[in-house]
């Protein structure tokens, strides 16, 4: 059985609207050199990643569910920060029949080009509950600061 779906409408300005979203989907799907997934003959998954800047780091977020802490590997070479992974998947006794395979096993890869402003020697990750965190902190001079107006008098 095939769900098929129609739309029939016929008004101009809504026609406008849906070209433009089709636009948008199609240039948000060519690949950028800042914060997209590179291509790799050996990444099998890519994790979805959430990046995040503060006024004093860059936080990106990883949902790597089911990969051991141990299986993933954080590198950076000149301004980019890789990680990289393995999802192991479990051997289960098959005493049922099987209907589907969804998910994902196998190697990752994600890397990202990191600003000048990111102090690379303070660099961490922490993992949790699936989650990995890679945490960038921004070297001072890039930090904002505040500035005291001061009052003079004559």
């Known amino acids: 059985m095939f769900l098929t779906t129609r739309n029939f409408t016929t008004d101009p300005a809504t026609d406008l609207v849906n070209f433009g979203s089709r636009i948008n989907r199609l240039l948000n799907a060519l690949p950028s ?82 600003p000048s402003t990111v102090d690379a020697g303070a660099i961490k990750a922490t993992y949790e509950h699936g989650v990995l965190t890679v945490t960038l902190p921004k070297v001072e001079k890039a930090r904002p600061r505040q500035i005291a107006v001061e009052v003079t008098s004559k």
């Open 33 to 114: 050199l800042d914060w997209q997934p590179r291509d790799s003959a050996t990444a099998a998954w890519v994790p979805a990643v959430d990046v995040f800047e503060e006024p004093e780091s860059i936080r990106i977020v990883a949902e790597v569910p089911g990969v051991s802490p141990e299986d993933v590997k954080i590198s950076l070479e000149g301004n980019v920060l890789t990680i990289q992974g393995t999802k192991q998947q479990v051997a289960e006794e098959r005493t049922q029949q099987v209907h589907r395979y969804e998910r994902a096993y196998g190697a990752f890869e994600r890397s990202f080009t990191l």
